[in-house]
């Protein structure tokens, strides 16, 4: 099973135009961003080139977005710079004992990313997938952040995080 998932995540990767490498899967990072809604985290953050996952979740009395993100594709003041200019980024929380970086990226930073950090409930999860014919996929986490970034601003864009095979389960049946 786990190589039929990391299969579908380099089939992915490859129709997202990215090149794929072992470092798709182990060489994340995570932060999460404070912000006014996390819907709109998940969807903003997901579209930023080097975030590969993203999950909605509570943190020191926010909505939060936690990003695994990959520090070979995006530099962290690159990352929180795009997340501020698309408007969610009001705190950022690093994971305990992360490398003192904080002076670099120009946020406040809120409490730490560690076991206070709940995930929100699945149903307000990938929130722009709901109602969609996306929604019935069996998708990696890599591909629902993606699918729920693009979906509903730029669905061609989407439509490349999917295999074959998934396109085929989309299509009308005759």
Same mark, same amino acid.
């Given at each position: $099973?786990?190589? *039929?998932?990391?299969?579908?995540?380099?089939?992915?990767?490859?129709?997202?135009?990215?090149?794929?490498?072992?470092?798709?899967?182990?060489?994340?990072?995570? *932060? /999460?961003?404070?912000?006014?809604?996390?819907?709109?985290?998940? $969807?903003?953050l997901?579209?930023?080139?080097?975030?590969?996952?993203?999950?909605?979740?509570?943190?020191?009395g926010?909505?939060?977005?936690?990003?695994?993100?990959?520090?070979?594709?995006?530099?962290?003041?690159?990352?929180?710079?795009?997340?501020?200019?698309?408007?969610?980024?009001?705190? *950022?929380?690093?994971? /305990?004992? /992360?490398?003192? *970086?904080?002076?670099?990226?120009?946020?406040?930073?809120?409490?730490?990313?560690?076991?206070?950090?709940?995930?929100?409930? /699945?149903?307000?999860?990938?929130?722009?997938?709901?109602?969609?014919?996306?929604?019935?996929?069996?998708?990696?986490?890599?591909?629902?952040?993606?699918?729920?970034?693009?979906?509903?601003?730029?669905?061609?864009?989407?439509?490349?995080?999917?295999?074959?095979?998934?396109?085929?389960?989309?299509?009308?049946?005759?």
């Open positions: $099973m786990k190589a *039929i998932l990391l299969s579908i995540l380099l089939a992915t990767t490859v129709l997202a135009g990215e090149k794929p490498s072992a470092e798709s899967k182990n060489a994340t990072q995570r *932060i /999460a961003f404070s912000q006014f809604c996390f819907w709109t985290g998940e $969807m903003k997901g579209q930023i080139d080097g975030v590969v996952r993203t999950e909605a979740g509570f943190l020191d926010h909505e939060v977005t936690v990003v695994d993100y990959l520090p070979t594709s995006i530099s962290l003041p690159d990352l929180v710079r795009q997340a501020k200019a698309a408007g969610v980024a009001d705190r *950022i929380h690093f994971q /305990a004992g /992360a490398p003192s *970086i904080r002076t670099s990226v120009g946020l406040k930073e809120g409490a730490p990313l560690d076991r206070s950090y709940q995930p929100a409930p /699945a149903s307000d999860q990938k929130k722009q997938l709901e109602g969609t014919p996306l929604a019935r996929l069996a998708l990696t986490p890599e591909q629902a952040t993606k699918l729920n970034a693009f979906y509903r601003v730029d669905p061609a864009k989407a439509a490349r995080w999917l295999t074959p095979a998934q396109r085929s389960q989309l299509q009308p049946s005759r």
